[in-house]
């Protein structure tokens, strides 16, 4: 256990995921410090300023106006500075071609949003715990796609 | 005695010959010199001087000029002239006619004393009875007197008239030679082997095109030669100066002079000469253009080619030719030639026949062909025949032959013995297929007229009736022949008169093509009354040798039953055709609503992928709020809630969680045609595994046993075989009795032929058959079809909690693999799935 908080940005147009997000990390046993954007184009308006800090992981939505997640997870990975940034990408929905294409543009995991508040807390911490602490390799211990249990 | 005559004459005269005897017997008292002994001494010393000498001398003394001469001199003047008169005799009187010439000489000397030389000098004399052309070669010089002073004239001469007058006459010849050559147009030429030059006169120097200078290197002669002749050429020089054939050398040759290129062909005669040791020393000759005589030797030669060309191709010919042809001499036809053709029509080779009597070979054709012999023999006159039948053997048999011939007397103005020329031409093949050709025309008339099909033959532009046949007369004509022989057609039929047939026969008769026709209706009259037939008519052209169209054949069939039967077949078919027209109509309506209908169905295929999106995404994302907020309150405000309020939250959580289970089935079902994945090879056992695991808590809770015996590994979507399993154990352990634990039975073997009746499967592929037993609340038989219906719920929703799409899905992944599924099933008593999918 680290003293300092993880670093974590997510990326959602939804205001209501973005607080409910920003409440579930609060209420997790691992400490957190969360920026949140409504936009793929906000995220790179500020990581564009080399003294803002880069974020240890990042949550993405998939559905999203102006600029699509996948798009997103495109040019973070352009980007050298984030090429080997975990990256979940967070989506309500589950659509198998979907899947495959950002699996292989280098999302690290694929999130259904959970329908309950404790399945959301419980998953984004062994999602952090799993991606940066104990660095489980996806798809040996870990599938890419995780959902709550119903 | 001599001693005495010698003693007597004085001592200068002594051995001085005939003249010296000559001087001292004349009288020489009455002469101005006086007596000989009384002569001054230097005269004296020289006429002893001139006897003693062989060469002719002369001499003139004193001032009268007396002439002397010794015997030397005598034979100049000839017989019967000045000798011995002129001894003693003043020169002026001895030498009338030449004192012209000479005493200029003479006086010259007297004064000079300077000897005078004049070489063949014409100085005519009078001897031998006339004057003769004299040619003298002679000095004159000083004799001095005893005072030391000039006294006479010494002539020393010799008479050169022999040789001038030789010279004169081989200049005469050389002229005569070279006018000879001039005139013969000859050129000469002369070679000096030595040297290896050459000289030729200026004709053979111009023939050849070289220069005229005096003599040429002989490389430049053979040059002017066309290059076909240099070797021949320099091959005969070379012979001759070898001495071959005594040097002679004779050959005819072609020059080309390079300027003109003239072409000449010369004929160059000569010989080499040789020397002691035999070499040659010299080798000339003349050259004789024989250009005009080598061209009409040439057309001699090649017109007696032609002449022999020509007799080679008359023998060739008659050798060749196609028809037998036979040369016969005298009364008893010996048989001169026979060419092969004729050798092959007789079947004799030409050792039989040649030279023999030709009856003598041939004694059977000796009663057919005599009297033509005998004919022409007569006459004189050619004989010809056709179709002349004679009996030839051949291969042993006699056989009668035919033939078309001309006997011609080859010599019949000459009184020589007659030759006669045989040409025939066999015609037996000919004369029998003629013969046959009648027969069969005959017969064919026969045919024509008992035909059952009816036929008539018209001649000429006005279609006189030649032929018709008994059909033709009784079917259609209506007619008897008597009435129609002989007639025109439009005679005996005026209403043809506007009807197509005269004007298609008159057709047939201009252009020679055939006219066929069907189905023509065609009218007769006969005594007032119409008949009326369709008729099917060909009418072909006569043709006469020459190829003229003389006639046309007419051939008419009667089709009026078949056309009037054919004419209710038409009407018939019209009638269906309007039928099938209607209903094609019909049909084109239908498609254009089912085209329609398609579209629709494509639209509405859109809105269900938009429904699809939509469920899967938007519908969800809301609903999940609510469970998610639901949840919060639950969880927040767990202490401030009432009892009632709690439940209600409760209800409102299972329902929205019920929606969520019902969205992702249905999107489920939906997506599992659309997104068509690849097929890999499925190990069933694993993907049960997954699925127990999966259900693990289920299981555990609910008490149940579940047995598998090894499942196959088959080509599928391993997702969706996960999804068939899961729904599949999800309703075993779901409908199970209350308080008894479910046991759940997998078990797999290869289908049975049996197994597959009633089922949509290809009968020809193996399947695997895997069953799934349950011991559970069951259905009712008949129910078997509907459980696999969409939201077809069997059970009460609180009593059995479902959304009624699983077992669709199951049935729908099963068909997706080419498979099949039935259940059976007793209400209490367990249900039984089992799966087909191909092996």
Redesign the interface.
Known sequence: MCDNPYHVFLIDD?E?DRD?FEDALMEIPTKTRVVTFGSGIELFNFIKDENNQPPQIIFLDL?MPMMSGEECLQKIRENPRFRNLPVVIFS??I???LVNRVKSLGASLYVK??????S?KSILESCITALLENEIKIGVELDFIVKEN? | MSIDINSSIPKFLQGGGKMGQIIYEKDWTSHSLGKPENWPMSLKISISNILKTAFPKFIYWGRDLICFYNDAFRPSLGKDGKHPSILGEKAEVAWPETWEIIKPLIDQVLKTGKPTWNKNQLIPIYRNGKMENVYWTFSYSALLADDENIKGVMVTCTETTEEILNLQRLEESEDLLKFAIDAAELGTWDYNPHTNRFNGNDRLKSWFGISTEDEIELTLATEAMVPRDRDRVTQAIKRALEGVNGGKYDITYSIENKKTHEIKIVRALGRAWFNGSGEAYRFNGTLHDVTEQEKSAEKLRMANQQIKNEKDRFKNIIHNAPVGIAIFKGEQCIVEMANPFILAILDKTSEELEGQPLYEVLPEIENGVSPLFEEVLKNRESVLGTELILPIKRKGKIVNAYFNFILHPLNKHSDDVLEVMFITNEVTDYVVARNILEENESQFKNLVLQSPIAMAILRGENLVIEMANNKLLNHFWKRSWDNVIGKRLIEVFPELEGQEYVGQITKVLRTGQTVQKQESKAIVVKDNETFEFYVDYIYLPLREVDGSISGVMLTVTDVTDQFLAKEKLVNFSKEMEELVKERTELLRKANDKLHQSVKKLEYANAELESFTYVS??DL??P???I??YT??IL?QEQDNLSKTCKNYFEKISVS??RM??LIDDLLTFS?LEE?Q?EFEPTELNEVFNQVVENLSSRIENSGAKVSSSSLPKVQAIPFQMRQVFSNLLGNALKFSKENIPPVINISTETAKLTDLEGLSLNKNNAYHKIIIEDNGIGFEEEQAEKIFEVFKRLHDKSEYEGTGMGLSIVKKIILNHNGAIEATGTDGQGAIFTIYLPQ
């Not at chain 1, 949003?113 to 404790?118: G, I, L, T």
């Open positions: 939804d209501d409910l559905n309500t929905s659509v198998d071609p949003k959970p329908s309950s508040f404790s959301l119903l | 899967s995404h969800q994302e609903l999940r709020k469970q998610v949840s919060r969880e929205a969680s969520r289970i997506l997104n994945m």
